[in-house]
C-alpha cells in the first residue's frame, strides 16, 4: 500500500495532486490547482495519512459575488479573507477585510489616512448612504479587533464580515457607477 494519496482537482481534473501525512498529525490547508487556466483552492484536511475532506471550493467563497468592477487587488484581498477564514485564522480574515474596505475607498478617491477618517471623508462626499456608512463602520470595528486587539472572533462573526464586506464593496461600486441625479 502507497504512504500517498492522490487526488485530482474537482473543476479541471487535470494532474495528480499527491499527499502525504506520516504519523500521528492532523493536516489542514489549501491545494491550488497547478494548471495555470485553473488555480481552483482546494480545502483538505488529512489525518493519520487518510483524507478526512476534500472539498471542491472553500465553503464561503462569496468572492465569486464581486461586481466585475472591482479591482484585482481587492478580490484577492477577500479571497485571502476567505482562505483564512477556513484555516480558521479569524484575525487575518477580520484584518483583509478592513484592508479591502480601505482599498476600496482609495479606489473611489478618498484619501489615504486612518480608516476612521477615510469613513467620514467617503460620507462627505456622498460615496457613502446611511446603510453603507454603518456598514462601514461596522467592517472597520472588526478589522480593528483582528488587527489591534486581544479579543476572540468566532468563525459566524467572520463569515458575517466576509459576506458583508463583498455587500459594501459591491453597494460602493455600483453606487459610483450611477450617474449623478
Known amino acids: 500500500m502507497s504512504d500517498w494519496t492522490?487526488?485530482?482537482?474537482?473543476?479541471?481534473?487535470g494532474d495528480d495532486i499527491r499527499l502525504m501525512c506520516k504519523g500521528a498529525a492532523t493536516i489542514t490547508g489549501i491545494l491550488k490547482c497547478g494548471?495555470?487556466?485553473?488555480?481552483?483552492?482546494?480545502?483538505?484536511?488529512m489525518v493519520n495519512?487518510?483524507?478526512q475532506e476534500f472539498?471542491?471550493?472553500?465553503?464561503?467563497?462569496v468572492s465569486q459575488n464581486l461586481n466585475a468592477a472591482i479591482p484585482d487587488d481587492i478580490i484577492a484581498d477577500i479571497k485571502e479573507a476567505e482562505r483564512a477564514e477556513y484555516l480558521q485564522c479569524h484575525k487575518a480574515?477580520?484584518?483583509?477585510?478592513?484592508?479591502?474596505?480601505?482599498?476600496g475607498l482609495i479606489d473611489k478617491g478618498v484619501s489615504?489616512?486612518?480608516?476612521?477618517?477615510?469613513?467620514?471623508?467617503?460620507k462627505t462626499q456622498?460615496?457613502?448612504?446611511?446603510?453603507?456608512?454603518?456598514?462601514?463602520?461596522?467592517?472597520?470595528g472588526f478589522g480593528d479587533i483582528g488587527a489591534h486587539r486581544n479579543e476572540t472572533l468566532e468563525r459566524g462573526d467572520i463569515q458575517m464580515l466576509i459576506h458583508l464586506t463583498v455587500k459594501m464593496l459591491n453597494e460602493l461600486t455600483e453606487r459610483t457607477a450611477r450617474p449623478a441625479n
Open 126 to 140: 456622498g460615496l457613502l448612504d446611511d446603510k453603507t456608512y454603518i456598514l462601514a463602520k461596522s467592517i472597520k
Open 112 to 122: 489615504d489616512k486612518p480608516l476612521s477618517g477615510m469613513i467620514e471623508d467617503a
Open 55 to 61: 472539498l471542491p471550493n472553500l465553503p464561503v467563497e
Open 49 to 51: 495519512n487518510y483524507l
Open 6 to 13: 492522490t487526488l485530482k482537482c474537482a473543476k479541471c481534473h
Open 35 to 45: 494548471n495555470s487556466s485553473c488555480n481552483n483552492e482546494h480545502p483538505f484536511t
Open 93 to 103: 480574515a477580520a484584518t483583509m477585510c478592513r484592508r479591502a474596505l480601505q482599498i
